[in-house]
């Protein structure tokens, strides 16, 4: 393949953000609003000092299968030119968003129930 070269006015495709979680579709809103819940992400104070208020933020979900959905944010700036002045804080408080995404995933998994695993178990079934 050779790399594609653009015409001068031609404009890069736009990358929305995405993330395939375990969580089947029924639950998803629940998960992201328990992730969300707590964060700088839905203070309004927080929102209007790191920029986010000139942002419109729309999420959408997907279902991959019965058990993973996936979450697609797509940041748009609501006055013009905030996307460029304020491109810094869009993309911290997008990873921020993620990042919650990610804790709420990993507290869930500290207290899921372990199965057994290992020769333990395997030796108690004789």
């Known amino acids: 393949m ?3 070269k653009r015409t001068k006015n031609e404009v890069a495709p736009r990358h929305i953000p995405q993330e395939v979680v375990p969580v089947p579709f029924d639950e998803v809103r629940d998960f992201v ?3 969300l819940r707590g964060t700088s992400l839905v203070d309004p104070v927080a929102s209007a000092l790191s920029g986010w208020a000139f942002f419109e933020a729309r999420l959408r979900f997907t279902p991959v299968d019965a058990t993973h959905t996936r979450i697609e944010l797509d940041v748009a700036g609501t006055v013009r030119g905030a996307e460029t002045l304020l491109f810094v804080q869009r993309r911290g408080e997008i990873d921020r968003f993620f990042v919650a995404i990610q804790d709420e995933l990993d507290r869930r998994e500290r207290w899921r129930p372990q ?5 333990a178990s395997i030796e108690g079934t004789d």
């Open 115 to 119: 199965l057994p695993t290992g020769r």
């Open 2 to 4: 050779e790399p594609q």
């Open 33 to 35: 609003r328990d992730a």
